[in-house]
T-cell receptor, first 111, second 116 residues
Framework: DAKTTQPNSMESNEEEPVHLPCNHS???????IHWYRQLPSQGPEYVIH???SNVNNRMASLAIAEDRKSSTLILHRATLRDAAVYYC????????????FGQGTELSVKP | DVKVTQSSRYLVKRTGEKVFLECVQD?????MFWYRQDPGLGLRLIYF???????EKGDIPEGYSVSREKKERFSLILESASTNQTSMYLC???????????????FGPGTRLTVL
């Protein structure tokens, strides 16, 4: 299974943009890039996913490098409620519905 | 609102007891999953199910079994609980996999199990 590398932790100020990086240099052509986050004392929740093109939704944006070896999750204006562990996950079609979680990045947001 | 519920938020059991963790989803999802989460090890998949009465082993199935008699319910069973099964257990569900379609997983709030 292709692996992802994320910083252990990051800090941000409230109302500022946050860029959460993820490296996946061994990604294969059919792997999708997914992001989930886990708020304190809750189960993970889906954030966004993409294959090749940049993606936007109401929660965040996903910027994917042209060679697909890295991606960045962008929170446009961090709020205190965005403090969570963010997981970058690769999923291959043959894995079915399985998700393989890494260690994630713990994001703290300062008021 | 989509909902995945787990029978207990906190559970304390003794070594050797048989433990049932229940998970129910109300979204008519085909797929259901059980994970455990431990500090420093992240979330690891124990078992999953693509359909009623079907089950597949995940990465760490040893010491666990599962049951899926109805589509909405997926049970995790610890036949004889041990202290190394003290952990946070998370259930998730998703729509069945269609070619080229990604279906997000919806997670329950988790059950923190302590085995004494």
């Amino acid at each position: 299974d292709a692996k992802t590398t994320q910083p252990n932790s990051m800090e941000s100020n409230e109302e500022e943009p946050v860029h959460l990086p993820c490296n996946h240099s061994t990604i294969s052509g059919t792997d999708y890039i997914h992001w989930y986050r886990q708020l304190p004392s809750q189960g993970p929740e889906y954030v966004i996913h993409g294959l090749t093109s940049n993606v936007n939704n109401r929660m965040a944006s996903l910027a994917i490098a042209e060679d697909r070896k890295s991606s960045t999750l962008i929170l446009h204006r961090a709020t205190l409620r965005d403090a969570a562990v963010y997981y970058c996950i690769l999923r291959a079609p043959h894995q079915g519905g399985k998700l393989i979680f890494g260690q994630g990045t713990e994001l703290s947001v300062k008021p | 609102d989509v909902k995945v519920t787990q029978s207990s938020r906190y559970l304390v059991k003794r070594t050797g007891e048989k433990v049932f963790l229940e998970c129910v989803q109300d979204m008519d999802h085909e797929n259901m999953f059980w994970y455990r989460q431990d500090p420093g090890l992240g979330l690891r998949l124990i078992y999953f199910s693509y359909d009623v009465k079907m089950k597949e082993k995940g990465d760490i199935p040893e010491g666990y079994s599962v049951s899926r008699e109805k589509k909405e319910r997926f049970s995790l069973i610890l036949e004889s609980a041990s202290t190394n099964q003290t952990s946070m257990y998370l259930c998730a569900s998703s729509l069945g996999l269609l070619t080229g379609t990604y279906n997000e997983q919806f997670f329950g709030p988790g059950t923190r199990l302590t085995v004494l």
